[in-house]
């Protein structure tokens, strides 16, 4: 290797504060940006050595290795993760799901089929294809489509985020920094949990920054960001994401006997 | 659709008044990002000062025993079960002085529906704690309970109302207006005041100079339509009487007997509460409900149409009942406030500031202007309290 480590995320508001930071603090770090699926795709052909991917892909791969500390979660309502329906949840015969996140997707699967027993038919939505189209009871809009789609006809807006912590009692983590096996990120280890409280720390400017290009309020901005979602990585964050998978794995959506918490370079994990 | 909600929502930023159908059209919309933008701004314009406000109240349920009967509600109990309670006096006094202790200017007392309690016996308690605790605002008896007197008491509305305000009544809560369409009501509940009683009792009270607020509990078996009606009740009865000074709204809260009901959640509660602003344009104030939706929703209805914290509530009974409920401190709603760029004030259920020395500074208005907390405070000559 020539000492690049190549780093891929997705440009989203919520991401902002993770990656606002990350070269400055590490030089040798190339950020790349990208639709979350590809990332994982990147990351499995060895085009990135790490990537902030959707959990459910850091599953199915199995042998990645998490940066400690840092995650993209909720505690709680999330906002951009929302299951709009014509009937109520335990009536969802067919739903339409956003490929934009498998992560969510797996969770409206989860809901679904675990917490209310159902088994709709599934089919998935194409980024290009507009929600208004469809046909379905109900369909999964992830990120700026679930706050963006008007949706005449759907009666009923579950927000999964909420749904999940009300369900279980933990928060919900969505993605992580996960390192391609055999990467060795020496001195830019530490950057990614740096870079988080550094981002975190300038959630007014980045709101300020943004705000105008996504027509919302920079306050509005900045509170989602450091209200609702959550970036961190700890014991409760774990908890959820070690029951995610068991549903996950359980409905036949991830693999079977995964090691969900495997991190990179665990001599460096803090104690709590 | 989309360029129509985009009409339909300028025109309602603007000032403008939003027909029935526009606002079914809004309801039917689930853009929580262009919602939310115009409801705002409408908020911005009606509320350009630099604070956003609070109160500091009690909720007192006199009694649980309650007539009415209502599927949402795990409240209420009959007048022979073995937990049923009337509060006696002393009890009462001990509640008030401890709001009064803690800064608080106003009793937001209401009860079940008692069958057997007549009209004097609540004219005695108004003149008693009127006369006990003479800076207390008497924020009391929602409609239904006000009609249920009426009935039972077999007097007319206007005598009801006339002799509660003499014996002290202040105000009268928006408690039990669910959604003020008759076929939810019959739905919901048994033996409670039907819509055009629910808006009888505030109109009578109006036209006698009272002032009251007015709410909304949403995300059961209403439609949007029905959602919209129900504003528009309102929004008709404001431009009669002018007498509502605040819109609360709230999702119910789901865990009881309602318990297969579908629990609306923050996203449609925001959604719900920025089309409320977008469509009473004739209400001045609309309160955020952190009390169901917790602390950081609660913040961000700031931005979703609310100029208002609402109450922090030292006792509440019927929501936690329901087994929902979150608790801030006084501390906990100012910094929520404060945190969001305003000012945090208290104020009374007449939206009149009451804090005793208001604080100076407008507070960085840096999330509001566009700035961001590296906001230049010298240039507003005050050392400001951080925004973070």
């Known amino acids: ?272 | 659709m989309s360029a129509t909600i985009d009409r339909i929502l300028s025109k309602a930023a603007n000032g403008e008044r939003i027909t029935f159908d526009e606002g079914v059209e809004l309801m039917a919309c689930h853009d929580l990002h262009k919602l939310g933008r115009a409801a705002h701004a409408v908020t911005s314009r009606l509320h350009p000062e630099p604070y956003r406000t609070y109160n500091i109240d009690r909720n007192v349920n006199y009694t649980n025993v309650c007539a009415a009967v209502c599927d949402f509600c795990a409240f209420y109990r009959k007048n022979h079960d073995a937990d049923a309670y009337v509060l006696s006096r002393e009890e009462l006094y001990q509640k008030i002085e401890e709001t009064i202790a803690l800064g608080g200017d106003q009793i937001l007392m209401q009860g079940g529906m008692h069958p057997t309690l007549k009209l004097e016996w609540y004219e005695d308690l108004l003149r008693d704690l009127r006369s006990r605790f003479s800076s207390v605002n008497l924020h009391a008896f929602s409609p239904p309970e006000i009609w249920h007197f009426h009935k039972i008491n077999k007097l007319p509305l206007e005598d009801v109302l006339r002799r509660l305000k003499a014996a002290g009544l202040g105000s009268i809560p928006g408690g039990g207006g669910e959604i003020l369409v008759d076929r939810v009501r019959k739905e919901l509940t048994k033996n409670k005041a039907l819509t055009d009683e629910w808006l009888e009792v505030m109109r009578v009270w109006h036209r006698l100079g009272g002032k009251s607020t007015c709410t909304m509990m949403f995300g059961h078996i209403e439609t949007a339509a029905e959602r919209i009606e129900h504003l528009d009740r309102l929004r008709q009865l404001q431009d009669e009487t002018g007498g509502f000074t605040a819109f609360i709204c709230w999702t119910m809260q789901p865990g009881h007997k309602m318990a297969d009901a579908p629990a609306a959640g923050s996203f449609e509660y925001l959604r719900v509460q920025a089309i409320s602003r977008l469509y009473l344009d004739n209400i001045p104030n609309i309160q955020s409900s952190w009390v169901t939706q917790g602390a950081k929703i609660g913040q961000i209805a700031l931005f979703f149409g609310a100029n208002d914290m609402g109450s922090l509530m030292i006792e509440e009974n019927v929501v936690a009942s329901a087994g929902t409920v979150h608790y801030l401190t006084l501390e906990q709603i100012k910094a929520s406030i404060r945190e969001a760029g305003w000012v945090p004030r208290q104020r009374n259920v007449f939206y009149e500031l009451i804090d005793e020395r208001p604080p100076t500074a407008p507070t960085a208005a840096a999330d509001r202007v566009g700035t961001t907390r590296e906001v230049n405070h010298a240039e507003s000559g005050r050392s400001l309290p951080v925004v973070n």
């Open chain 1, 1 to 272: 290797m020539d000492g690049r480590i190549r780093v891929g995320a997705v440009n989203y508001l919520n991401t902002k504060p993770l990656i606002e930071g990350l070269t400055t603090l590490a030089p040798e770090i190339e950020l790349s940006l990208d639709l979350p699926s590809r990332l994982a795709d990147r990351l499995a052909d060895g085009d990135l050595d790490v990537g902030l991917i959707p959990v459910v892909e850091y599953f199915r791969a199995g042998r990645y290795t998490l940066i400690p500390d840092v995650s993209i979660a909720s505690r709680g309502p999330v906002l951009s993760v929302t299951l709009f329906s014509r009937v109520p949840w335990a009536e969802i015969q067919s739903v339409a799901l956003d490929v934009g996140s498998r992560t969510s997707a797996a969770l409206a699967q989860i809901l679904l089929r675990t917490k209310y027993g159902t088994r709709p038919q599934v089919q998935s939505l194409p980024i290009d294809i507009p929600a208004d189209d469809i046909a379905t009871d109900a369909v999964l809009l992830i990120g700026d489509r679930a706050m963006r789609a008007c949706l005449p006809g759907f009666a009923f807006a579950y927000d999964l985020g909420q749904e999940w912590t009300d369900w279980t009692g933990l928060p919900f983590v969505y993605a992580v920094w996960a390192v391609r096996d055999g990467v060795d990120l020496g001195r830019a280890e530490g950057a990614f949990a740096r870079a988080k409280e550094y981002g975190l720390a300038r959630a007014g400017a980045i709101a300020a920054r943004e705000a105008p290009h996504l027509g919302l309020d920079p306050g509005y901005c900045r509170r989602y960001m450091t209200n609702i979602i959550h970036y961190d990585l700890g014991p409760r964050e774990l908890a959820g994401l070690e029951q995610y998978y068991a549903f996950a794995r359980d409905l036949g959506l991830a693999p079977e006997g995964v090691s969900v918490v495997r991190y990179h370079r665990p001599d460096l994990v803090q104690s709590r």
